[in-house]
T-cell receptor, first 112, second 117 residues
Framework: GENVEQHPSTLSVQEGDSAVIKCTYS??????FPWYKQELGKRPQLIIDIRSNVGEKKDQRIAVTLNKTAKHFSLHITETQPEDSAVYFCAASDDTGNQFYFGTGTSLTVIP | GAVVSQHPSRVICKSGTSVKIECRSLDFQATTMFWYRQFPKQSLMLMAT?????????EQGVEKDKFLINHASLTLSTLTVTSAHPEDSSFYIC?????????????FGQGTRLTVV
């Protein structure tokens, strides 16, 4: 089955700096890669996603890059703000169904 | 987007009792729902795949007699934690996708914080 690894597990940045979270996956059949933000005690919320036919996608301060050959994808948050503090999860899935394989999560703290 | 509702959001129960958690798809029919368990500051751990009209598929290491899953209708799956113990305390969350939308974002319930005392 698919194995998704995520690094780092914790990340602290100064407000205004950039944050980068990286994930790798093992199954070349995976072709959909969403990123979720989860605040304490709440449900994960989709913040951005990318499909395998695209190498990069950007939405305001958030961007995701995908390297299919190397099987890794990254989340980039620029101009970080305190409200960006949360746990971020990457995930991978394929066309066979709805099952997602989640990374281990990154606890991001943005220091004012 | 699709809406998945989970109830209750918080529950405290005594050790040895059973607790039922409901997961409903409000505006679509879900033949498959997923149940996850999450420890503080850790990732979502898939417990089982709930299949409407058939038995759930449990992940390795998850006790099916401990975590009973029933998916009796196309809009409702329930997870019952039987004979709960303090180590069962955790955040439980379900997800589902509208039919025909495989390989799109997962829609999560609000989650249930279970505390066993």
């Amino acid at each position: 089955g698919e194995n998704v690894e995520q690094h780092p597990s914790t990340l602290s940045v100064q407000e205004g700096d950039s944050a980068v979270i990286k994930c790798t996956y093992s199954d070349s059949a995976s072709n959909y890669f969403p990123w979720y933000k989860q605040e304490l005690g709440k449900r994960p919320q989709l913040i951005i996603d990318i499909r395998s036919n695209v190498g990069e996608k950007k939405d305001q301060r958030i961007a995701v890059t995908l390297n299919k050959t190397a099987k890794h994808f990254s989340l980039h948050i620029t101009e970080t703000q305190p409200e960006d503090s949360a746990v971020y999860f990457c995930a991978a899935s394929d066309d066979t169904g709805n099952q997602f394989y989640f990374g281990t999560g990154t606890s991001l703290t943005v220091i004012p | 987007g699709a809406v998945v509702s989970q109830h209750p959001s918080r529950v405290i129960c005594k050790s040895g009792t059973s607790v039922k958690i409901e997961c409903r798809s409000l505006d679509f029919q879900a033949t498959t729902m997923f149940w996850y368990r999450q420890f503080p500051k850790q990732s979502l751990m898939l417990m089982a795949t709930s299949n409407e009209g058939s038995k759930a598929t449990y992940e390795q290491g998850v006790e099916k007699d401990k975590f009973l899953i029933n998916h009796a209708s196309l809009t409702l799956s329930t997870l019952t934690v039987t004979s709960a113990h303090p180590e069962d305390s955790s955040f439980y969350i379900c997800s589902a996708n509208p039919p025909g939308r495989a390989n799109t974002e997962a829609f999560f319930g609000q989650g249930t914080r279970l505390t066993v005392v």
